[in-house]
C-alpha cells in the first residue's frame, strides 16, 4: 500500500489535435521538498508500478523507445499518445489494464526516447506506417485493440483504415481532423497549436490552463524538469505540427469521410465536454461517420485530456468494452 501510494506522481503529457495534451501530475511525497529530484528514477518507479518494463528496439532508421508489461498470451493493447507528449502519460491507464492485457506504449518518432534521423517524414501516413513495422518487429501486429489519444488517436484511424483486418478495437479521445462540427482555433488552423508549445520556461502553466479543466499541482522542482524536458523537444513538435497543418491538403472532408467509412473495427469515444483544443460535438459527428462505434462517453468538467483529467472515468467505460470485444475476464 505504501508503494502504491509512493507511486501516484506525476505525468507529462500535452497534446494536440491531432494532439495537444497537457500535463498530469499525482503527488510524489517528497518531490517538493528536496532541491534536487532524479525524474528519469521517478518515471522509472511509475512503469513499474503500472506493470510495465522500459525497452529498445531498432527497427530500420528508427530506434525506438517503449513500454511494454501484462501477459503476452493475452490481447495486445497499443496505447498512442499525443503530440509533445509521450508513453508515459497512459501509466496510470496501463496500471488498470495489465493485470488482464498485454500492453504496449511506444514513444511516437519525435517525442520522448525514441530516436530518429533529422530528415525523417514526419507525416500521419509515415508515422503510421513506422508504427507498422514497429508492430511487426515485436510481432504484435494481429487483433490489436488500439487506444489514441489526440494525436494518437488519428494515428489509430489512420492504422485502423489500412490495416483492418488486424484492428479488433478502437479507443478514440479527442481527435482531430477536418470535422464539420469543428468550431475551435486549434481546428480551424492547425498552426494555432504552435501557441501550445512549451518553447521557454513559464510555457507549461499557461498551456495546462487550456488544454485541462482543473490542472493538477505539480510540485516546482518536478515541472522544472518537464519543462526543459518539453523545451529540448520544441523544435521537433512545431515540425509535427508542420505537418497537421497539411492534413486538410491531404485530406479533404470527403476524403476524410471516405476513410473513416471504411473503418469497422468496433470503436469506443471518449471526450471532455469542456476540451477547448477539439471541441465535444466532433465526438457525436465522428460516431456517425464510423461503421461500428458506440455512444459516445462525454465527461463533465474535464477538458483535452480524459486520461489525466479523470483516469478512472476512462477505465471504467474501457475495461468492460475491452471485455466485450475481445471475450476476456478482466483480473480482480
Do not use: C
Amino acid at each position: 500500500m505504501v508503494r502504491m501510494r509512493a507511486f501516484k506522481t506525476l505525468k507529462v503529457l500535452m497534446s494536440t489535435i491531432l494532439s495537444i495534451s497537457a500535463f498530469g501530475v499525482h503527488n510524489y511525497a517528497t518531490a517538493a521538498e528536496t532541491e534536487y529530484v532524479n525524474y528519469q528514477q521517478i518515471l522509472q518507479e511509475e512503469r513499474a508500478w503500472a506493470g510495465l518494463r522500459s525497452k529498445t528496439l531498432r527497427v530500420g532508421d528508427v530506434v525506438w523507445s517503449y513500454s511494454e508489461g501484462g501477459n503476452p498470451n493475452a490481447p495486445t493493447v497499443l496505447l498512442l499518445h499525443g503530440l509533445a507528449s509521450d508513453r508515459d502519460s497512459w501509466n496510470r491507464i496501463a496500471h488498470d489494464l495489465t493485470p488482464s492485457y498485454h500492453v504496449i506504449i511506444p514513444d511516437l518518432p519525435s517525442s520522448g526516447r525514441t530516436q530518429i534521423p533529422s530528415n525523417l517524414d514526419l507525416s500521419i501516413n509515415n508515422v503510421t506506417e513506422q508504427l507498422r513495422r514497429f508492430l511487426e518487429a515485436t510481432r504484435s501486429t494481429n487483433n490489436l485493440n488500439i487506444a489514441g489519444h489526440s494525436l494518437g488517436g488519428s494515428v489509430a484511424l489512420f492504422y485502423a483504415s489500412k490495416y483492418p483486418d488486424d484492428t479488433r478495437s478502437l479507443l478514440l479521445m479527442s481527435i482531430g481532423g477536418p470535422f464539420t462540427s469543428s468550431n475551435t482555433t486549434y481546428l480551424s488552423n492547425p498552426v494555432y497549436l504552435k501557441q501550445l508549445i512549451v518553447a521557454q520556461p513559464g510555457d507549461l502553466d499557461f498551456v495546462n490552463r487550456k488544454v485541462m479543466v482543473n490542472p493538477p499541482f505539480i510540485p516546482s522542482i518536478i515541472k522544472k524538469e518537464q519543462e526543459k524536458s518539453f523545451i529540448k523537444d520544441s523544435q521537433e513538435t512545431a515540425k509535427v505540427i508542420e505537418e497537421l497543418s497539411n492534413i486538410n491538403k491531404y485530406y479533404n472532408r470527403a476524403a476524410f469521410t471516405k476513410m473513416l467509412h471504411e473503418i469497422k473495427s468496433p470503436t469506443l469515444i471518449i471526450w471532455g465536454k469542456q476540451d477547448q483544443i477539439v471541441n465535444v460535438e466532433i465526438a457525436n459527428e465522428l460516431k456517425g461517420m464510423l461503421k461500428n462505434a458506440e455512444a459516445p462517453v462525454l465527461l463533465n468538467h474535464v477538458g483535452h485530456v480524459p486520461i489525466l483529467e479523470a483516469d478512472q472515468l476512462v477505465i471504467q467505460n474501457y475495461l468492460p468494452f475491452l471485455k466485450k470485444v475481445n471475450n476476456t475476464q478482466p483480473q480482480q
